[in-house]
């Protein structure tokens, strides 16, 4: 079945550095790809996603881009904010297309 | 209501014993999904529901583990002579229409803890 890999945590980074976190999937087809924020003491919300191959997700400065060829969707961010700190989880449609399958989600933290 | 609300937010149980816990999804949404995540691990899909039927239930990890869903509203996910192994943040999603590329919405969880 689909399956998603995101890299481990936790990530430190100093204000206005350049975030990647990476994450790779499995796939039988062509899933739709997310990227989801739980912030500290919120519930996770979608943050970006793609529908397709070449398609770039983009919000509140993150990018992330549907790479068909290396099975990837790297979340990417020019210059974090200390606001920025939270865990994030790439998710991607599982095979059936009823519902979202996770990755076990990264710790960014972000230090001013 | 205004958000996916979840009750109780905080559980405590024996090993052994039956526990239900409910979410109110956001008005009108359609779709609910009931996630499980452990300690450590990334979000366990459990089961989805599109009004009251639930054409996917294939994440339910044991006969043990029941859901329901009234009124194409409340749910509530049962857990029957719980293990510690059940010890985990049951969380509740709802979305519009449940096609795959919507936009969940999140509860805030509930922590359960079986000792």
């Known amino acids: 079945g689909n399956s998603v890999t995101q890299m481990e945590g936790p990530v430190t980074l100093s204000e206005e550095a350049f975030l990647t976190i990476n994450c790779t999937y499995t796939?039988?087809?062509?899933?739709?790809l997310f990227w989801y924020v739980q912030y500290p003491g919120e519930g996770l919300q979608l943050l970006l996603k793609?529908?397709?191959?070449?398609d770039k997700g983009s919000n509140k400065g993150f990018e992330a881009t549907y790479r068909k060829e290396t099975t990837s969707f790297h979340l990417e961010k020019g210059s974090v904010q200390v606001s920025d700190s939270a865990v994030y989880f790439c998710?991607?449609?599982?095979?059936?297309?009823?519902?979202?399958?996770f990755g076990k989600g990264t710790t960014l933290s972000v230090s001013s | 209501g205004a958000g996916v609300s979840q009750s109780p937010s905080n559980k405590v149980t024996e090993k052994g014993k039956d526990v239900e816990l409910r979410c109110d999804p956001i008005?009108?949404?359609?779709?609910l999904y009931w996630y499980r995540q452990r300690l450590g691990q990334g979000l366990e899909f459990l089961i989805y529901?599109?009004?009251?039927?639930?054409?996917?239930k294939s994440g339910l990890p044991s006969d043990r583990f029941s859901a329901e869903r009234t009124g194409e509203s409340v749910s509530t996910l049962t857990i029957q002579r719980t293990q510690q192994e059940d010890s985990a943040v049951y969380l509740c999603?709802?979305?519009?229409?449940?096609?795959?590329?919507?936009?969940?919405?999140f509860g805030s969880g509930t922590q359960l803890s079986v000792l």
């Open positions: 999603a709802s979305s519009g229409t449940g096609t795959v590329n919507e936009k969940l919405f």
């Open positions: 796939a039988t087809g062509y899933p739709s």
């Open positions: 793609a529908t397709k191959a070449d």
């Open positions: 998710a991607l449609s599982n095979q059936a297309g009823t519902a979202l399958i």
């Open positions: 008005s009108g949404h359609t779709a």
């Open positions: 529901f599109q009004g009251n039927s639930a054409p996917d």
